[in-house]
């Protein structure tokens, strides 16, 4: 793959983010040589940064790091498309798009798993989910557990509301639960996909 580094005047090219399950576009950075060196050697995406002067690997801080999976140049040989996995938000915000605005208005269910991260991080006493990540795993296991089960007890019932109600429940304390485990809906998603392509 050849990319002109020496087309600007710093010898950096702007590095475009995608998330490789999602095709979100997730944020925008610049590499020089040596970046680009490190993340294929590594796997792990590294830019140049401008401010520190130095290569920085995104997440060498937060351990949100960004898996890479596919690396393209444009027609022009001077802009980069990286495909990668993110461990985690990759804004600044907590978000999981530097676009996001932290609406998710095409998919709530991921602006949902950044609040409850978000939430896991307050004091237990004033937020729910921090209360309940603070019982530990076999507590919210035991949650998910209740949910299901009344869940299954509004199915077999006639009361739409109540059952939309309860399964909306379900989900959300699914969602907690995949955190506590350490993973997301995209590990889950990745799942289906594999066992759909079969």
């Known amino acids: 793959m050849k990319v002109d580094f020496a087309k600007y005047p710093d010898q950096l090219v702007p590095a ?15 590499m020089n040589a040596d970046a680009l060196q490190k993340t294929e050697e590594t796997g792990r995406v590294t830019f140049y940064s401008r401010s520190k002067k130095r290569l920085w ?27 990668a996995h993110p461990l985690g938000p990759v804004c600044h915000t907590g978000a ?4 996001s605005e932290r609406n998710h208005s095409d998919n709530f269910l991921f602006y949902l798993e950044d609040i ?31 949910e299901a089960v009344e869940t299954v007890i509004e199915a077999k019932d006639n009361n739409d509301d109540l059952f939309l109600n309860e399964s909306a429940d379900l989900l959300f304390h699914y969602l ?3 955190q506590a485990k350490g993973y997301t809906l995209k590990d889950v998603i990745a799942v289906l996909q594999e066992r759909h392509s079969k």
């Open 16 to 30: 475009i983010v995608q998330d490789d399950q999602t095709q979100k576009v997730l944020m925008l950075g610049f």
């Open 57 to 83: 690997t995104k997440g060498e801080q937060s351990g949100h790091f960004l898996e890479l999976k596919s690396l393209a140049v444009d027609c022009d040989h001077d802009t980069l498309l990286i495909r």
């Open 116 to 146: 409850i991260r978000l939430r896991r991080q307050a004091s237990p006493d004033s937020s729910y989910v921090a209360g309940l990540f603070s019982k530990g795993l076999n507590k919210i296991a035991q949650k998910v557990g209740e």
């Open 96 to 99: 999981d798009t530097c676009w």
């Open 176 to 178: 907690i639960l995949l």
